[in-house]
């Protein structure tokens, strides 16, 4: 599952290049995006870094779970805070319910396997079996 989230991860670097397209896929119209200026297109382009940015983590995890758990926890960290703060700006009245498939598609749908990776290594180190 890592793996594919490898994948996802490095098809996801288009961001960085484009930084419009996450704003058009948030809503923004390329009008209200002129109208915001140039701060938008830049936490645009600093997330597709980021992204770019964990994909050499997930790599590593996808590589040798035991020895690079750390980076599926800062991974999983990630997408448990992107969420909670989208109900932060949203109960704010910052972002609108559509934006809410952003974090279905980028965050949610990761959960089971951050979370099962995880708990497998965490197992395995408690029977013995790895050391961390």
Not at 25 to 53: N, R
Not at 54 to 79: E, S
């Amino acid at each position: 599952m890592l793996k594919e989230a490898l994948r996802w991860r490095q098809r996801s670097h288009v961001v960085g290049l484009d930084p419009t397209l996450m704003l058009g896929w948030m809503g923004m119209t390329p009008v209200q995006q002129a109208a915001a200026g140039s701060l938008p297109l830049i936490l645009a382009a600093c997330i597709g870094m980021f992204v770019g940015v964990y994909a050499i983590g997930y790599a590593c995890v996808a590589l040798d779970p035991a020895r690079f758990w750390p980076f599926a926890f800062l991974g999983l960290c990630g997408k448990i805070l992107g969420p909670a703060g989208w109900v932060l700006h949203h109960v704010l009245g910052h972002l609108p319910w559509r934006s809410l498939w952003v974090n279905v598609f980028n965050d949610l749908i990761w959960w089971p396997a951050f979370f099962g990776l995880l708990l497998t290594v965490w197992r395995e180190h408690r029977a013995g079996r790895i050391r961390l």
